[in-house]
């Protein structure tokens, strides 16, 4: 709104002044007209005294306030305009709202909501409540307006209760208002605290919503019940006896209670929801289903191969030679770009359907409970609400608030990347910071897996808003539905460019130089050579190429989406890979055993991690321990291993099922049962033996132990040791068998088993050297990546809580048994250690050797630990010497522009949470790096989708990620990605060969034309010469360049600059060089035939025709390689250049020599003996392109180098200080927490 002045004399509090004056003289007016409306609360309640035009009174301010709030205008004008606007609504709340109008359109509630929140906390510094200064007259009117709409009208009380605690918390200021000193504003916000507290489950605790370290609240709100209901007389408003929530709010409620959890979404533990809720709430929830990205149309498939630049200008040269009578060269256009395109559809065809193969379309099912009873339904079908019961194996439905665990551990790496299983609690977490997920343990979340134990939970959260739904949301938003360019389609859009300025240079010249010689039809040969220099060929063949590679690289367990991305590989400059799976196998292993005086090593099948052996050393000697000399301790470690679990490992007897064996429970307990197996003593072997399992003392993530009480048999080998260790009177019946983390068994231990020489086993006190002796083994286990487990027993007369059911084990028993832990897990005998580890794959270390040679940076990126990590990362090489690790928590405190300075830059990333992997790949693109990052979980998605290659893996991987990825592993394996940036360096030298190929012949052509008309001679080719030539005869060798094998030196050599064009400035130099012999070889002989011989124009034509396209087929074997000669490279190394080279001769003779097709194309027959003149030409030309090699082989291009390295010397200095620095202030935050 402008002042009558103009613009210039507007001031921006006038301007915002005199619209909202307009727009409230619009809500002044009385609604009489509504007056005798009658309220009634439907499910979509009718329009009420004007609801509509209220609801666009309230956006315009809502516009106003947001504006003023983001203007540059001075502070006393923005506080003046903004209690202008804010008063208006006031008067719409409390003459046209207020007692008249208790439900407004969500939406605006929410913007309205917003805006009042921000103004809400404001103070008179113009800063916000935590510096406490005092509020600002705005913001109380601010709160005053958000309290009364709160307590008058139902969908902004929704609205309200739907903020984030911690949001709310820090916006409201209770303890600022509270303490406002202004008695009647401390009335309104401790009603309105009292109202939020009786009508909000959310919030029932009062301590959830203020600051309790503010210095003045006292006792002023102490009297706010910690609990309530809906219904109660606190805080009652004006529209408490209409309003009632049907619809519970979705959220994260880690931090509320099970009974705040439970009362919020009006459910019950034993009873579930009813069916009739269950069918309002799918109505307003819709299905608990992500979206799917519908696969792309055949048609927008076909389109897309026509958005190629060069592809654009053939279609352009096309119409015109059409427009100008020149059909034939219209249809032969129009050839080449049909098959191009064909090619390249049926290409995304096949790379789709192969990616939709991957897919799984298995409908999940959950147990959930309704109407009072457990019924099994589709996940689809769960609504926010509902009771879910989980149970070990399960895969989580939904984002469920746990409310009852007994021993519930849930595998979460979908989401954080973390293999380990999490145990998982009930109490809410107090805080009032943003928890992490990895640390939200009284949660599950949607498609993570249940390892071990039973859980219910209260469904919070459905489809797109858990947090698999929001990445996929994400995901699918913004430019998530663009195509990214590849590097090729950029450098090839900028050659079409250079291109179509040089056809057009060269038609110019050409006409030009024609209307001056008054040549006829020179306008026809003009366009025609400006067709030829845009090398029709080059996209069918560089899609052929790369149609090739990405079968190739298919045919090796890798499937690519676009066959662009092929080249990209080519140029990738570091690889980010995940480790479990990728770079280990992704199963764990026992790997050691060490026992008083053996070391056992236990050895895989190759691609079966629970089959194998084991070959026992003496730790001293290193010597084979022959079976009959093997120690009985090892038994007790075996028998501990297979009865002290509760995994289930089974081999699968059909052979109609890839996975030889079938697992479930913790990765760590099928292990020790592969061990155990692996040394011939299963679990069904110690069965039979008798050991059974009495009780058993869970793992808790507290206790990080578990132990099992078995029956001791009568008969037993070991009855001396478990007497020895029971330290009692009377003769063992039970054995305690435990495990756990080394550092919580050998405190609980007070003796161990010695082994003496000749085999027998005692029992001796736990010494101090002994323990340190033990201690040393396990950190050098530690070292070595393992997870370290500790086993002891101990033998029991009797049970000290009791007997239990021998049909069903009595929960009283089990939990007298967990309260007597402490008596049961004390001086126990050690028996030995049990390293695990998820081994590396045995190719991976012969891969990353490749890398380093070819100058890839590998980063590993995991969740493990940093020593774990770091040993793994240096058994295959990632890690040198002088390598950095950095953890999470380090990576979490700097920003990519920081990381992008590191130097060294980590070559291990440590701890990680997946969503710090957008970050590493930003940095790493900052330092002009090309990126490629692998991944499976869904967290992985957008680091993925912005990676210049985003790999995602085929059997591990989400959905959600193979879809963001450009590339996805069926094998999931890091060896096949170094043999896809092999693929892609080969594909990108061939497309660099057949490119200096055909741009040779086809300037070649111009470089003939030019200078024969320059000189006075006739023009040397008609159009259809011209395009017969560049189809039939060029085509062949270039298709066959283009699956020439890779050279020795591929992998050898440092990844080419991403920032070059295709062309170096030395290959721009062979080119001109390439062009100018084959283009005045040709002029020679056509100037011999013209001006000596006298021969007619049409043979001096022919022989020319003859001689130039010759030439051009055996250029074709000069161009294998840009410095090795043609007698090093010889010409059969490619059999499809030699039968190429064949059909091009072809070609050539049949348009000299078959009749019909001569006087189409404007030829003749050429006489044998004036063959020789062409052999001469072709002798000439080989010889001086031996030469430029020769210089070539002198005068080697430079090594290019990583520039995305450059630039960053003077900084790095810097970036190390910025390090230690971050370091020391975690250090010191760590202290303080720890203190507190």
């Known amino acids: 709104m402008l002042s009558p002045d103009g613009p210039s004399s507007a001031h921006p509090a006038d301007e915002h002044k005199t619209l909202i004056t307009e727009r409230s003289s619009l809500a002044d007016s009385p609604p009489s007209e509504h007056k005798n409306d009658v309220i009634t609360l439907t499910s979509k309640p009718p329009l009420v005294d004007g609801q509509v035009s209220i609801e666009m009174h309230l956006e315009l301010h809502i516009s106003d306030l947001t504006a003023i709030m983001a203007s540059s205008a001075t502070k006393e004008s923005r506080e003046a305009v903004l209690q202008e606007v804010l008063l208006n609504i006031n008067f719409i709340l409390e003459s046209r709202v207020k007692g008249k109008l208790p439900r407004l359109d969500y939406a605006v509630c929410e913007r309205l909501c917003a805006a009042l929140m921000v103004l809400s906390s404001q103070t008179k510094d113009s800063g916000w409540a935590i510096f406490k200064k005092g509020l600002t007259d705005n913001a109380k009117l601010a709160f005053r307006i958000l309290a009364q709409f709160t307590m008058c009208v139902a969908d902004f009380e929704d609205v309200v209760e739907d903020q984030p605690t911690e949001n709310l918390r820090k916006c409201l200021a209770f303890e600022e208002h509270l303490t406002c000193g202004d008695e009647e504003h401390k009335d309104l916000a401790l009603k309105l605290l009292k109202y939020m507290v009786a009508n909000m489950p959310k919030y029932s605790d009062w301590k959830a919503l203020v600051n309790q370290d503010h210095n003045a609240i006292g006792d002023m709100i102490r009297d706010i019940p910690e609990l309530s209901h809906r219904g109660s007389q606190h805080g009652a408003s004006e529209m408490s006896h209409i309003h009632r929530r049907v619809h519970p709010p979705k959220g994260q409620f880690y931090d509320a209670s099970p009974d705040q959890v439970l009362a919020i979404f009006d459910t019950n533990k034993d009873a579930g929801l009813r069916s009739d809720i269950v069918q309002e709430r799918q109505k307003r929830y819709g299905l608990n289903k992500l979206p799917t990205k519908p696969p792309p149309s055949k048609w927008m498939m076909l389109v897309h191969q026509f958005a190629d630049f060069i592809i654009i200008v053939l279609c352009v040269a096309v119409i015109i030679s059409a427009a100008t009578g020149d059909y034939k060269a219209a249809v032969a256009l129009g050839v080449v770009i049909g098959v191009n395109t064909v090619i390249g559809f049926v290409q995304e065809v096949r790379a789709d359907k192969a990616l939709r193969g991957l897919a799984s379309f298995s409908v999940a099912m959950a147990q959930v409970i309704r109407d009072g009873e457990q019924v099994e339904v589709s996940a689809e079908e769960l609504v926010p609400g509902d009771v879910v019961v989980l149970d070990e194996g399960f895969q989580v439905p939904a984002d469920l608030r746990l409310i009852e665990v007994a021993q519930l551990f849930v595998i979460e790496s979908l989401l954080t990347g973390e293999s380990e299983p999490v145990s998982k609690k009930i109490d809410k977490i107090s805080t009032r910071k943003l928890v992490p997920i990895g640390d939200r343990n009284n949660m599950a979340f949607m498609s993570t897996l249940v390892t071990q134990g039973r859980g219910k939970g209260v469904v919070v959260n459905t489809a797109l808003t858990t947090e698999v739904g929001r990445i996929s949301a994400a995901l699918g938003n913004g430019s998530g539905d663009t195509v990214k360019i590849s590097l090729l389609q950029q450098k090839l859009a900028r050659l079409g460019k250079w291109l179509v300025l040089a056809s057009i240079i060269s038609c110019a010249l050409v006409v030009v130089i024609g209307v001056i010689r008054k040549l006829s039809d020179i306008v026809s040969i003009g366009i025609s050579l400006a067709v030829s220099v845009i090398p029709e060929g080059l996209v069918l063949i560089v899609t052929l190429t790369l149609a090739v590679g990405t079968q190739k690289m298919a045919a090796q367990k890798a499937i690519v989406r676009l066959p662009p991305v092929v080249e990209t590989l080519g140029a990738v400059t570091t690889i980010c890979s995940d480790k479990t799976g990728t770079l280990t196998v992704g199963n764990m292993v026992v790997s050691e055993v060490l026992t008083d005086q053996s070391r056992v090593c236990f050895t895989t099948e190759k691609g079966d991690p629970h089959s ?134 050998l405190p609980r231990c007070s003796n161990f088993v010695r082994v003496a020489a000749d085999g027998t086993t005692s029992i001796r006190p736990l010494d101090a050297q002994s323990r340190t002796d033990l201690e040393g083994e396990c950190e050098s286990l530690a070292g070595k990546g393992m997870r370290v487990l500790g086993l002891a027993i101990r033998g029991l007369s009797a049970l000290p809580f009791g007997a239990a059911d021998d049909s069903k084990e009595s929960e009283d028993v089990q939990r007298r048994a967990d309260e007597h832990a402490a008596l049961i897990e004390k001086s126990m005998t050690f028996i030995g250690i049990v390293g695990i580890i998820d081994p590396p794959r045995p190719e991976v270390a012969g891969s990353v050797a490749t890398c380093h040679e070819a100058s890839i940076r590998v980063c590993m990126i995991t969740g493990d630990h940093r020593v774990t990590a770091a040993s793994i990362a240096s058994t295959l090489g990632i890690l040198p010497p002088n390598g950095r690790v950095m953890s999470g928590v380090e990576l979490s405190a700097v920003s990519a522009e920081d990381l992008a300075k590191f130097h060294p830059f980590p070559n291990v990333f440590a701890r990680v949470n997946p969503d710090d992997k957008l970050k590493i790949v930003q940095a790493l693109q900052k330092r002009g790096e090309v990126v490629a990052m692998t991944g499976d979980g869904v967290n992985d998605a957008p680091a993925i989708k912005n990676a210049d290659v985003g790999i995602a893996m085929g059997i591990s991987g989400t959905e959600i990620t193979r879809q963001a990825a450009s590339m996805i592993l069926t094998d999931d394996n890091f060896s096949t990605i170094v043999t896809a940036v092999r693929e892609g360096r080969r594909v990108f030298d061939n497309i660099q060969k057949f490119l200096l190929y055909l741009l040779a012949v086809n300037f070649s052509q111009v470089v003939l034309m030019l200078s024969a008309i320059s000189i006075g001679l006739p023009v040397p080719f008609t159009s259809l010469m011209i395009l017969w030539a560049n189809v039939f005869v060029a085509v062949p060798p270039s298709i066959s360049l283009g699956v020439e094998p890779a050279e020795p030196t591929v992998m050898t050599r440092p990844p080419r600059d991403p920032k070059r064009g295709v062309l170096s400035k030395q290959k721009a130099f062979i080119l001109g060089a390439h062009v100018c012999l084959l283009g005045f070889c040709a002029l020679g002989v056509f100037g011999i035939a013209v001006n000596v011989d006298h021969f007619s124009d049409t043979y001096a034509s022919s022989l020319a025709f003859a001689t130039l396209f010759t030439l051009h087929v055996i250029h074709s074997f000069m161009a294998r390689s840009i410095n090795l000669s043609i007698f090093q490279i010889g010409l059969f190394g490619n059999k499809y250049l030699f039968f190429g080279g064949l059909a091009s001769m072809f070609f050539i003779f049949l348009a000299i020599y078959t009749p019909g097709l001569n006087d189409l194309i404007e030829l003749e027959p050429i006489k044998a003996i004036d063959w020789l003149r062409v052999l001469v030409a072709v002798a000439v030309h080989v010889t001086l392109v031996e030469i430029i090699k020769i210089y070539v082989r002198c005068f080697p291009e430079k090594a290019n180098e990583h520039k995305g390295l450059e630039g960053f010397e003077n900084l790095e200095n810097d970036a190390d200080e910025r390090f230690k620095e971050i370091q020391i202030q975690m250090t010191e935050q760590q202290e303080a927490d720890a203190h507190h």
């Not at 009959?628 to 289930?648: G, H, I, P, R, S």
């Not at 003392?697 to 070991?718: G, H």
């Open 612 to 745: 194998g052996t084991y070959e026992m050393k003496n730790k001293k000697t290193d010597e084979l321990v022959q079976p009959a000399k093997a120690d009985a301790q090892f038994d007790l470690l075996m028998l501990t291993c297979a009865v002290c679990n509760n995994a289930t490992l089974r081999k699968n007897e059909d052979p109609a099922v890839d996975k030889k064996w079938e697992t479930l429970g913790d990765p760590t307990e099928v292990a020790l049962l592969a061990a155990s197996n692996k040394a011939d003593m299963s679990l069904s072997v110690w069965e039979q033996k008798n050991y059974k399992k009495v009780h058993e003392i869970s793992f808790t993530s507290d206790r990080k132990r578990m132990t099992v009480i078995a029956t001791i048999p009568e008969n037993s080998d070991y009855r001396d040791v478990f007497s020895a260790s029971s330290q009692e009177q009377v003769a063992p019946t039970l054995v305690a068998l435990s495990k756990g983390a080394a550092d919580t068994i």
